[in-house]
């Protein structure tokens, strides 16, 4: 891990050195040196101007205690982002990419109050529900399936193979989707994450998750759906709908950054490879290292200021963007003596107050099972390029590899079954862990999953 004194401001040429303007948090120069311009950024004090996307502008709060201030105070800093100044003036491009992220919806994300506790309070019991057992046994069934996949190629994109999959294929479990469902979330999902088709990605998503909803309306079962259903909150029809966006589409992405941001460590860094440790214990250090220095979701939880406000030196205007930067608030230097001395869980990877990730246990589960599986199965895996040579997908609020290529000795697949187009197939081409995008091929990883497991 780089050290803050070697982060003396932005690489040169970098649009960061602009005085009087804001920094921008989008772009290749971001993505490929975060922590210089969180260097940088500390010269403004606890939050500094920056911008999420052009003609979006926030202040990114980049101090432990100040992020905790706003986090744990949701009388003076709300998280409704119907409160968003700029945007109520018409002064957002509608078509911004980082709409999606923070325009409001009726979920227990955007809400405050009573509101968020009616719809939060849905949500964790609900999840308290999960059997814990039967998940860990449903991740090592979907992680052998999808290594199955490409294990007698002897090499592997450890993301488009394997990170990105997982996540969604295992909550289609705990969500009770049948295989044609199931089939078209995973495009839904897939298409919204990489940006491809998105429109598309996106109907395909709302319609799926409508269809979901009415038949766990009819036929509820023993998953996340159907609890949420039952529960005494009485959530509507749209309110399941935008629960189900946030619990599996929030859920996945960060999930599918820690493995494979845990794995980039066990496969390059000297502190992990070839350590002493068991390989469980290695596994859930590399995961810790993941969420203290590089968050999966890096700068996120935007709060609007109640009233104008300051914060350690910083001025705070009411309805303006307020964005919480786990990854800098986590490396503050501030903290460089007391993080030795701070839980393991310190750090703000989870969120912290009100609204921090409810999910964080199955999550950690379900991530750890994913990696050991993957090293169990193959034990001599290293990485496939130079680990220069790797590249970061540009964005303001992720941290997450555009790939990881990997070699390991082929290993010959006995139960190898290719995955078979969804029934009553509507002509959705999914994406598929063997490669590409998948424009060619009908094939449904929901699908070919169950059919690989009644073998």
Same mark, same amino acid.
């Given at each position: &891990?780089?050290? #803050?004194?070697?982060?003396?401001?932005?690489?040169?040429?970098?649009?960061? #050195?602009?005085?009087?303007?804001?920094?921008?948090?989008?772009?290749?120069?971001?993505?490929?040196?975060?922590?210089?311009?969180?260097?940088?950024?500390?010269?403004?004090?606890?939050?500094?101007?920056?911008?999420?996307?052009?003609?979006?502008?926030?202040?990114?709060? $980049?101090?432990?205690?100040?992020?905790?201030?706003?986090?744990?105070?949701?009388?003076?800093?709300?998280?409704?982002?119907?409160?968003?100044?700029?945007?109520?003036?018409?002064?957002?491009?509608?078509?911004?990419?980082?709409?999606?992220? &923070?325009?409001?919806?009726?979920?227990? &994300?955007?809400?405050?109050?009573?509101? #968020?506790?009616?719809?939060?309070?849905? =949500? $964790?019991?609900?999840?308290?529900?999960?059997?814990?057992?039967? &998940?860990?046994?449903?991740?090592?069934?979907?992680?052998?399936?999808?290594?199955?996949?490409?294990?007698?190629?002897?090499?592997?994109?450890?993301?488009?193979?394997?990170?990105?999959?997982?996540?969604?294929? =295992?909550?289609?479990?705990?969500? !009770?989707?049948?295989?044609?469902?199931?089939?078209?979330?995973?495009?839904?999902?897939?298409?919204?994450?990489? !940006?491809?088709?998105?429109?598309?990605?996106?109907?395909?998503?709302?319609?799926?998750?409508?269809?979901?909803?009415?038949?766990?309306?009819?036929?509820?079962?023993?998953?996340?759906?159907?609890?949420?259903?039952?529960?005494?909150?009485?959530?509507?029809?749209?309110?399941?709908?935008?629960?189900?966006?946030?619990?599996?589409?929030?859920?996945?992405?960060?999930?599918?950054?820690?493995?494979?941001?845990?794995?980039?460590?066990?496969?390059?860094?000297?502190?992990?490879?070839?350590?002493?440790?068991?390989?469980?214990?290695?596994?859930?250090?590399?995961?810790?290292? =993941?969420?203290?220095?590089?968050?999966?979701?890096?700068?996120?939880?935007?709060?609007?200021?109640?009233?104008?406000?300051?914060?350690?030196?910083?001025?705070?205007?009411? !309805?303006?963007?307020?964005?919480?930067?786990?990854?800098?608030?986590?490396?503050?230097?501030?903290?460089?003596?007391?993080?030795? $001395?701070?839980?393991?869980?310190?750090?703000?990877?989870?969120?912290?107050?009100?609204?921090?990730?409810?999910?964080?246990?199955?999550?950690?589960?379900?991530?750890?099972?994913?990696?050991?599986?993957?090293?169990?199965?193959?034990?001599?895996?290293?990485?496939?390029?130079?680990?220069?040579?790797?590249?970061?997908?540009?964005?303001?609020?992720?941290?997450?590899?555009?790939?990881?290529?990997?070699?390991?000795?082929?290993?010959?697949?006995?139960?190898?079954?290719?995955?078979?187009?969804?029934?009553?197939?509507?002509?959705?081409?999914?994406?598929?862990?063997?490669?590409?995008?998948?424009?060619?091929?009908?094939?449904?990883?929901?699908? !070919?999953?169950?059919?690989?497991?009644?073998?």
């Amino acid at each position: &891990m780089q050290s #803050h004194s070697e982060f003396q401001g932005p690489p040169p040429g970098c649009p960061a #050195h602009t005085d009087g303007e804001r920094v921008p948090l989008h772009g290749p120069e971001f993505a490929a040196a975060p922590e210089a311009f969180y260097e940088h950024l500390r010269q403004y004090g606890a939050g500094a101007p920056v911008e999420l996307a052009p003609g979006v502008e926030a202040t990114l709060v $980049t101090d432990y205690a100040a992020a905790l201030r706003v986090l744990q105070n949701p009388d003076a800093f709300a998280r409704d982002s119907r409160r968003w100044r700029a945007l109520n003036e018409g002064q957002v491009p509608l078509d911004s990419p980082v709409l999606p992220m &923070m325009m409001y919806r009726p979920n227990s &994300m955007f809400s405050d109050g009573a509101e #968020h506790l009616r719809l939060r309070q849905a =949500v $964790t019991d609900s999840l308290a529900r999960i059997d814990m057992h039967r &998940m860990s046994r449903h991740v090592d069934r979907v992680a052998s399936y999808l290594i199955e996949q490409f294990s007698s190629r002897g090499k592997a994109d450890l993301i488009s193979d394997y990170a990105q999959w997982l996540p969604l294929l =295992v909550f289609n479990d705990l969500f !009770g989707c049948p295989a044609e469902i199931g089939d078209r979330l995973v495009f839904g999902f897939s298409g919204i994450f990489d !940006g491809v088709d998105a429109e598309k990605a996106n109907e395909v998503l709302t319609e799926s998750l409508f269809e979901l909803v009415a038949l766990k309306r009819a036929h509820p079962g023993d998953d996340v759906t159907s609890w949420l259903m039952a529960h005494q909150a009485n959530l509507s029809d749209e309110e399941m709908i935008h629960q189900l966006v946030l619990l599996i589409g929030a859920g996945a992405e960060p999930m599918q950054n820690i493995i494979s941001s845990a794995l980039r460590l066990l496969l390059c860094d000297e502190n992990y490879a070839g350590g002493q440790h068991s390989a469980g214990v290695l596994v859930d250090d590399a995961i810790n290292d =993941v969420l203290w220095n590089s968050p999966p979701i890096a700068n996120y939880a935007t709060h609007y200021p109640v009233q104008d406000v300051e914060i350690a030196g910083t001025k705070l205007t009411a !309805g303006d963007p307020v964005v919480i930067s786990f990854a800098a608030a986590n490396t503050d230097p501030n903290l460089s003596v007391g993080r030795q $001395t701070l839980s393991k869980r310190a750090h703000l990877a989870w969120g912290a107050g009100p609204h921090a990730c409810p999910a964080k246990d199955p999550a950690l589960l379900i991530s750890v099972r994913a990696i050991e599986k993957l090293l169990n199965i193959l034990p001599d895996i290293e990485l496939g390029v130079p680990e220069e040579s790797l590249t970061w997908r540009p964005g303001p609020f992720h941290r997450a590899l555009n790939a990881l290529p990997a070699r390991f000795t082929p290993v010959p697949g006995e139960r190898r079954l290719a995955a078979p187009a969804p029934a009553g197939d509507r002509g959705v081409e999914t994406a598929s862990p063997q490669g590409g995008s998948g424009k060619s091929r009908k094939n449904s990883w929901w699908s !070919g999953f169950l059919s690989w497991w009644k073998v």
